[in-house]
């Protein structure tokens, strides 16, 4: 294989003529706020939207999940053709800043139409809105997201930079999710009525997330070098090519089920709290501990992931994501508050490790695509971790909201007391609590068993990824030699590819 020469590079892509060497502390708090939409959208979807569209909206629950499937077939086609628009772009601000500054305007709108509580007697038009918004949303998504995740990967050639950049992401991630969790309930109780408070929650939420990515596009730089006339076509083969990759192919594995545990477990706890420990005043501090669990334990886990490697740090806390299962199991309606508390700060521990080490894995297995294919293609591989992304979002909430439909969920009562417009609560039937402790403890259950297998076979070590790290840098003409012979280069695709 050929080293890469200087000449092959003189005609790059270079953003004002001007691409800082190192990586700042203050870049990468400005690169990391761009997270919060990333974190804080997902979380906002999976905790409300569902008792969003059948509360309030009063969309059926199967109807609701129904557009969320519809949305996860239109991410399907648009988010690998994302990463492919992205890895094609050139402008002199690089190949992903673009798009942040068109997400700022893209997510304003996308957000307040979602949360716009939409008021009709026919299910044909409030479900007809209802696909429009949440399209409307997913798109804007794909935008900014899938560039982000790839510039996550190129921000910094370092591997122990980008582990801290990475790190820094999810920080921003979780405190988004933190405050998407606990606000919107708390904006709700400040306005008039519960409608006028969705359709704040979308503004807010809206400027929030908008805002940081003017700040990526005019404060960031990206630092992978790309030829002007190295561009790729559009073909259904280069979806599938990341597919080709044994690192891939386990990282996303690992990915789609850490998160899809999250999201179940996400849709359904507003309902376990307010139907079955019947607890619905004390949701937003449960969730709060929750939340600032994962945001202490981030920094943690990125010091575990350099020192024992992603994937033994990986299994510690799928091991304490099952041990707070085990205790969700047991736990009664009569048992004492402090409990749900402890096992919340037990879940949030475990949780966090498993969303945060797949984005700590994706930039070494972007290196390992850079390995096989000769070429730096991180949009290719962001759009199909992005889909995944939403995929596992819609997915939670399509079984969530099939299973609570065909068990008989009994929507709240609306009435009107003191000129005010409230919602009661129902008794729900043996079948929906039945339901509810299925969704809670088995399929995370299930889904974490089989990320631990997956994890025993991650093949990225410590020293593995210094190997590959060490090539890589000669192919870029950063050091003189070849630091591995021939025999080991071959073992060393064999292992990773």
């Excluded at 509360?55 to 996860?72: E, M, N, T």
């Excluded at 950049?165 to 519960?194: C, D, K, W």
């Excluded at 060490?470 to 003189?480: D, T």
Aim: net charge positive; proline share 4%.
């Amino acid at each position: 294989m050929k080293n890469y020469k200087i000449g092959k590079w003189f005609n790059l892509i270079k953003e004002n003529n001007s691409n800082p060497e190192s990586l700042t502390k203050f870049e990468t708090f400005i690169f990391a706020s761009g997270d919060l939409f990333g974190g804080g959208a997902q979380i906002l979807v999976a905790f409300f939207y569902l008792i969003f569209l059948t509360d309030v909206v009063g969309l059926r629950p199967s109807l609701a999940g129904i557009v969320i499937l519809i949305s996860k077939i239109w991410d399907g086609i648009t988010d690998p053709i994302m990463g492919i628009i992205t890895d094609n772009t050139r402008t002199k601000y690089g190949r992903r800043k673009p798009y942040f500054f068109a997400g700022f305007f893209g997510v304003i709108a996308a957000m307040f139409l979602l949360w716009y509580p939409i008021r009709s007697e026919s299910n044909l038009i409030l479900f007809s809105y209802v696909l429009f918004s949440y399209l409307f949303y997913s798109t804007i998504s794909t935008m900014v997201m899938i560039p982000y995740a790839a510039m996550s990967s190129e921000i910094t050639m370092n591997s122990k930079e980008r582990n801290t950049v990475n790190g820094s992401r999810l920080v921003f991630s979780q405190l988004s999710a933190l405050l998407a969790a606990v606000l919107p309930l708390e904006i709700i109780t400040l306005m008039p009525s519960i409608e006028t408070g969705y359709m704040a929650i979308g503004l807010t939420f809206g400027v929030i997330y908008a805002i940081p990515y003017l700040f990526v596009f005019f404060k960031t730089h990206e630092r992978v070098a790309v030829a002007a006339h190295e561009k790729s076509s559009f073909s259904f083969h280069q979806f599938l090519e990341p597919f080709r990759i044994r690192s891939f192919r386990i990282l996303i594995g690992i990915y789609l089920f850490a998160f899809l545990s999250m999201d179940i477990v996400s849709t359904v706890f507003a309902f376990y709290m307010n139907y079955f420990l019947l607890r619905p005043t004390e949701l937003n501090y449960v969730l709060g501990t929750m939340l600032i669990t994962q945001i202490v334990f981030v920094p943690i886990i990125v010091f575990s992931a350099n020192k024992i490697g992603k994937a033994n740090t990986l299994k510690i806390n799928i091991i304490l994501w099952l041990a707070a299962i085990f205790f969700l199991l047991i736990l009664s309606p009569e048992g004492p508050s402090w409990v749900i508390y402890a096992i919340a700060v037990l879940m949030g521990t475990g949780i966090i490790g498993c969303i945060v080490i797949p984005w700590i894995m994706y930039p070494d297995v972007t290196d390992v695509g850079e390995l096989a294919f000769e070429k730096r293609c991180s949009g290719s591989f962001s759009g199909i971790m992005t889909f995944l992304r939403k995929f596992a979002a819609a997915i939670g909430i399509f079984i969530v909201s099939q299973i609570l439909d065909f068990s008989g969920y009994i929507k709240p009562v609306e009435n009107i007391k003191n000129g005010v417009k409230i919602k009661i609560l129902q008794q729900q039937p043996e079948s929906i609590i039945f339901a509810l402790k299925i969704i809670v403890v088995g399929f995370p259950f299930l889904l974490l068993v089989i990320i631990f297998l997956l994890a025993r076979k991650y093949p990225l070590d410590i020293k593995t990824i210094q190997k590959l790290d060490n090539y890589l840098e000669w192919k870029r003409g950063k050091i003189v030699n070849n630091p591995l012979t021939e025999n080991e280069l071959l073992e060393l695709k064999s292992k990773l590819i």
